[in-house]
Each structure stands twice: as C-alpha cells, then as structure tokens.
C-alpha cells in the first residue's frame, strides 16, 4: 500500500474566479487573486490499494462515507492521477475539514488541492507545485490557488500547462484576517461548478471581465505596499460585481440571505461612521467575509458578534503551502 496525507489551506479570493472560456479544463475568463488560509484547512489520506482489493475508490469525508454518487468528483480527480502513473488502482480517501462544509470557506479549494498532493506523493509522483497546481485546477478552480501559501495569483493562460497558480508574497508578508460571518450553515442549492457555466449569460459579465484586469493590477500594488485602503475597496467592488453577474444570468443566481445583507451594511457604516478600517468579500454563498488588519480582528469578532443574524464566526490569517504529514488518518 502506498500511502501519503497531505494538509492544505483553503483560500479566500481578493479578485474572484467567475465563469469559464474552457468548462472541461477549467481555463477561468480571468486571473484572481487569493489569500491562502491558516486555520481553514483540509487534513486528506489517499491509500492506494496495489493488491487488486478495492473495486471501486472509497471515500470517507468528515467520518461518514460518501455514496458512489458524491464520490464521482473525487474518482474523475484520481483518474488524472492515475493516468499520470500509469496504473489502475483504486484508494482509500479519507478526508477532514476542521471548519463546516458550506460554510462559505471553500471546502473544494483545500480539498482537491489536498487530493491532489497526497495522491501524487503516495504514488511517488515526484511534480513540481505548478504541476500540482494545474492537476488541482481541473477538478476545482479556485484549488489551483491553494498549492501556495500567503498572497497568490492564479495566471489565466491557455492551456493546462499554462492556467497555473504562482506565490506572489509568502504569508509573513501582511498580517491580515478573514473574520467569517456565518449566517447560514445551509448547503447551497447550486454548485460553483454549475455557476461558472451561467455567467456567459448575464448581460453583465463582459462589463465585470473588462475591468479585471486594471482591479488586478490594482489588488498587486495595495497587497506590495500593505495598504488595506487600497484593498479594500477594490475587493469590495469586484464581489459586487461577481454578484451581479450572479444575480443577472438565467437562471438567476441570489446567494445572499437577509443576513447578508446587514452585514454588508453594518460594515460601511462602521467604516464610514466609526473608521474601522474593514471590508468584506463574499463567495458563492450567503456567508460574508471580513478582511482587516491583525490589530482591527477582535473588534471586529466583537461587533460581529453582537449583530442578529451572526450564526458563527471563524477567523483566520494568512498561511503556509501545502504541508506532507508523517500521520496519516487511516
Ligand atoms: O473553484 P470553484 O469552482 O469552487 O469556484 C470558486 C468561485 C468563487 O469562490 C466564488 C470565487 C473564487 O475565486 O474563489
């Protein structure tokens, strides 16, 4: 039995990953820029089963083992392995997440990224992180990112080869927080890789798309020169744009909760009224991201905490890559 276990950060995009020009590569329209996680983070062990025993993949998620049917994903993800190695063997996944699924902290990002390291390492792969960030990409987007730790961009390209994440600055660089308000623990109705299918038709989407690459560059000066002034407002306007694509493709995409929305608000007006220097971001989901400051963090827990529709709040700053475990799960 050959057997690794990788952890990796989930990541939380500052410029966001909307739409696709290649569905079965995912090639993205776009670059996005991300910041991998600390304390968000996917623990997986990929067993390949050399022996013949197994007849199908067996994947076993937070304790509880997943049906063929939720385990397609993760098989269509180890066929690309296996493929690499030239072999037919099956595995044993087992896979832990130490924040709740839909949480709106990207599971799928640490966990294909995961996948990916763990699998390759257990079958002696020996591939350089770009590679491994290409793998990951296939299955999920925005896990091309977590291959790398701190600050970083994923490149758009062309091809597999080229749609690859690259380190822009480690995690030490700025010591931000992602403060996470939970306002619903709800799995989501619509996948993201259902989403990106849909942005093609919002009226909207070449709007956002033109002006991506000026945010971009915009998102690398505020990151080099450490001035939340300059992130902030830039990461706010590009989610808004993200759910306006959302909001205006057919079907209509509406992630945001009632409790979203007070956040939203409770956000500015703190900015604007009390010069908390805070702002926030949001996925494909309700849940709201805060992104500030080391110094500002508690203050903004504390705040947080006192609003209706608060749930939950994890928060964290900025981590390492992907790191090997000598322990493995099974
Ligand atoms: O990687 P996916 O297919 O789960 O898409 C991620 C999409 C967003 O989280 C909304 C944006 C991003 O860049 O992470």
Known sequence: MSIATARVGSNIAFIKYWGVADATLNIPLSNSISMTLADAHTTTTVAWDNTGTLDGDVFVLDGNTQSPARSQRLTRHLDILRGLAGVTWRAWVTSQNNFPTASGIASSASGFAALTVAG???????LSNSRLSAIARRSSGSASRSLFGGFVEWEQGTSDADSVARPLYGPEHWDLRDVVAIVSGE????????GHLLAKSSPLLA?????????????????????????GPIIELDA??????????????????????????AVRAWREDDGLAVYFTIDAGPNVHLICEAERATEVETRLAGLRSVERIISSPPGPGPQLLDEHLI
């Open 120 to 126: 390759s390492a257990a079958l002696g792969l020996d």
């Open 187 to 194: 799995e989501k109705k619509l996948s993201s890789a259902d």
């Open 207 to 231: 709007g956002r798309i033109d002006h991506v690459a000026g945010w971009l560059a915009e998102t690398r000066t505020a990151i080099a020169q450490r001035e939340i002034h300059r992130l």
């Open 240 to 265: 808004l744009a993200m759910h306006s694509v959302m909001m205006t493709s057919n079907p209509s995409l509406l992630y945001w909760q009632p409790g979203t929305l007070e956040i939203l608000q």
